[in-house]
Each structure stands twice: as C-alpha cells, then as structure tokens.
C-alpha cells in the first residue's frame, strides 16, 4: 500500500503514511469545506482572547488573525487548493495560514482542540440555517396572509376524509396555514436560543490548563454563554437534530400544502390556477400543465425527515465525549438545510402567484350537501328539537334530495314539511353557504369577520 510521508499536522508519532482507502473514508474536507467562513471566524476569535489573557503575543494574534482573513479571501475568490491529505477544513486553513504568516500559524492551536472547534463552527453554521429558516418563514407566512386578507370571504368546501364536509372560507383555509408555520417559527425561535452556548475551549473533552476566557470567545462569537460542561460541549449534536426536527415538522406542513395544491389545480378540481413560472410542461401531452415544483415540495419531507432519522441514528449509543461517528453530521444537516430553503422558496413562490378560481369553489361550497349540519343546527334552534333528533331528521332530507338528484336548497317547504311538519320556511335562510360560513363566528370559526381579525392580530405580532 501506499508509503507516503505521515500528516503534517498530527503526524509526530506516525511512521508511515495513510493507506488512500483510509485517507479517503477519513476526509471530510469535501464537504465540510461549506464551514470555511465559521471556521475562520472561530479562530480569529480564539486567537484573539488567547493575547488578551497573555497566552500568546498581541502580535502573534495579529498575525495570525490579518493571516486567517488572507486564507478566507482566498477561499470566497475561488483561489485555495483544498487538499484531502489535509483531512478537514479545520487542519487545511490551518496549514495554508502557516504557508501565508509562518511560525505564529502554529501557536494558534493552543488550548483548542478539532472536537471543540468542529462544534463551534458546526454551530455556527447551523445557527445562520436558523436565522434563514425564520426569514424564509416570516416571508412565507406573509404570501399566506395575503392570500387570507384577498379572499376572507370566498366560499370554498371544507373537507374531512376528502369529502364535503362543510362550507369554508378561502381565508380560513390560508390562515390554518399561517398557524402551522407560525408555530414553526416559535420553534425555530427557541431552538435558537437553546442552541447559542459556545463549545469553543472545552479542548479535546477536558478543558484546559491555560488561562482561557472562554466568556470573551462567546460573546465574541455572539452565543450567549459558553457552554458549561467540557464533555458535553464536544459531543453535542442535539442543536443538529433539533434544526432537523423543526425542518422535519416544517416540511411536513409544506407538504400537505403541496398536496392541497396538487389536488387542486387538476382537472376535475380546479379550485387554484398555478403560475406558468410555477408548472411545467409535458414533453408528450401538449395539453398538460404540472404541478412539479408542489409535488417536488411534498417529497422533501422525505429527504429532511431521513436526514434527521440518519443522524439520529449516528449518535444514538455513542459513549461521551467525540467519536469520529459525529463526522457523519454534516452531510445530513447540509442537505436538509438546502432542501428545506429551496422548499420554503418554492412555496412563498407559488402562493404569491396562484388564483383562486372562486366561481368553482363557490360551486363546489354548495355541493355535497355541505350545509346539512346548518340545517340541523337550525332544527335545535329554531323548533327546540335535541341535536340527536336534528341529525336524524336532517339525514331524512339528505337521502329525500339524493333520491330527486337535487341539493338541499332545491327542496320545497312541502318537501321538508313531509319529513317534518313544524319546518318553517325560514329554514331556507340557512341554506346558502354565505349564511352558513357567516354564522360560524366562534372564536376561531370560519366567518370572514373572524378570519380578518386572525389576519389582523398576525400582521400586528410580526
Ligand atoms: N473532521 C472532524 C469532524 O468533522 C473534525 C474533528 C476531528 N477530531 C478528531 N479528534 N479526529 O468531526
């Protein structure tokens, strides 16, 4: 097998060389090359609290840090030859600041370990995801409430199991939406802040004998507080699984959506016109227009849930403190980040652009029989009848309007008085479905005058 020299950067006791298999199941740089710009802000950050408490030299940590921001430059510009041999994106900047400032380079690894630094920049990358993710919602919420505000009043049908259940409104079937994804905003929002401890200094798993200020790093840094025990510090990953957990219930939300707008923009529903920037073609079918970038939306789930069930799976059993397992984090994390923001896009996208075609709601609002519980309601109410009874009497008209093909408004008063004479014509009041969704004013009921206070209170808490 190969024979070549040992790692520069941790070689020192290493005879030979690493075999290329090894190397290759070893490296991550081809991936973890995405944590350059954390990594970089790490160690400026490190280097500089390392001369504050007189570990190293002000010019040391000068050096080192103008050093660090020539290497970052050289990255971004497309300019650095990233070297497998070099393991990792911690030990490749590293040996590149040597090549740039010379022994300094090498002093600015004290009282730090790759586990703490692989945390830390690993954090840092998953905390810009979550600030992302907050924008991506905030910006999705807003086409939602849009959407809610426009049609507060259109009528459209309400479904459980898929079938008619009862007349909705437009509005209230966007803001169900605006409470899905507002509650993943509050749990992005608090996984943020229960993430924002700083690993950096917990070293290798033990701490340190330097004087560190591990305070100074934080706050640099912008977490919070440092994190408070040195073992748990670098073998932490619950801030990744937590990102994922709240990606896994967010693409969960976008994909009953996607599924909603899949349904509805075919043929046989046509409740929403999708944009043309929105659809595609079919290369045999010239009449087709297809929702791809909803079903695209709805399978992402799948990505970002196994994504979180991988790394689960990765960490579960692992003995305190770091195993190089914890390498097999970023990949996963990776890709369900860039699957979810595509995904969240995508929907902001598609919402901003659709049309509600609400002649074909309002129809389908009145089919079904879907105000056969409004005619219930109105026998309690109006002739004292117990709601059981209501419901019985109620049936007795459905089946009398399915056998005459015709929906419940079409009966007559003779129609109704044969099934059940007190029935007044004041029964036919509560037919429509304007009447019906109007009279559902509970709090959080369907009502337009409801719907545009929940569309009022939500653009007063964002
Ligand atoms: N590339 C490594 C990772 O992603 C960095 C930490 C390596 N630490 C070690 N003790 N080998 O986890």
Redesign the pocket.
């Given at each position: 097998m190969s024979n070549k020299s040992s790692n520069q950067m941790w070689g020192g006791r290493f005879a030979a060389g690493q075999d290329a298999i090894m190397e290759a199941i070893n490296a991550?740089i081809g991936f973890?090359k995405r944590m350059a710009q954390q990594d970089i802000q790490g160690s400026r950050a490190h280097a500089a609290m390392l001369a504050e408490t007189g570990i190293i030299t002000d010019s040391d940590a000068e050096t080192i840090r103008e050093g660090l921001l020539t290497v970052l430059s050289e990255i971004e510009d497309g300019n650095f030859e990233f070297s497998t041999a070099l393991?990792?994106?911690?030990m490749n900047v590293e040996a590149r600041l040597k090549e740039i400032v010379g022994e300094p380079a090498g002093r600015l690894h004290t009282a730090r370990?790759?586990?703490d630094?692989?945390a830390t920049d690993?954090k840092l990358w998953v905390r810009d995801q979550l600030d992302a993710f907050e924008q991506g919602l905030l910006a999705l919420i807003a086409a939602f409430l849009d959407q809610a505000e426009a049609g507060a009043a259109w009528v459209m049908p309400g479904f459980t199991h898929l079938q008619t259940a009862q007349p909705v409104t437009w509005g209230h079937h966007m803001m169900a939406y605006v409470e899905m994804f507002g509650r993943d905003l509050s749990r992005v929002r608090d996984a943020r802040e229960r993430m924002n401890e700083c690993p950096l200094g917990a070293a290798?798993l033990a701490g340190t004998s330097f004087p560190i200020n591990r305070h100074m790093t934080a706050a640099a840094l912008g977490f919070t507080r440092p994190a408070a025990n040195s073992l748990d510090a670098v073998s932490d990953r619950d801030f990744a699984l937590e990102f994922m957990s709240v990606a896994s219930i967010c693409a969960m939300h976008l994909s009953r959506f996607a599924e909603e707008l899949v349904i509805w923009s075919s043929a046989q529903f046509k409740f929403v016109m999708l944009s043309d920037s929105f659809s595609t073609g079919s290369s045999i079918m010239p009449q087709k227009k297809n929702p791809d970038a909803a079903e695209l939306i709805r399978a992402k789930v799948g990505r970002i849930f196994g994504a979180n069930v991988a790394l689960m799976m990765v960490m579960k059993g692992l003995p305190l403190a770091?195993s190089?397992d914890?390498?097999e984090?970023?990949e996963q994390v990776f890709d369900a980040a860039d699957s979810l923001m595509l995904a969240l896009a995508a929907m902001e996208g598609m919402i901003k652009d659709m049309t509600a075609n609400r002649d074909n709601l309002s129809a389908a609002a009145g089919s079904g029989f879907s105000t056969a519980t409004d005619l219930a309601d109105w026998l309690v109410r109006a002739l004292n009848m117990p709601f059981r009874d209501a419901h019985h009497v109620t049936g007795s008209l459905v089946a009398m309007a399915e056998q005459k093909g015709c929906d419940l408004p079409d009966l007559t008063l003779a129609d109704m008085q044969s099934v059940h004479d007190a029935i007044t014509d004041d029964v036919f009041s509560v037919l429509t479905v304007e009447n019906s969704v109007a009279s559902r004013m509970s709090y959080g009921g369907t009502a337009p005058a409801q719907v545009l206070v929940q569309v009022q209170m939500w653009k007063d808490r964002l």
């Open positions: 991550s973890d393991e990792d994106i911690h370990s790759r586990n630094q692989v690993f290798a770091y190089k914890m390498q984090d970023k």
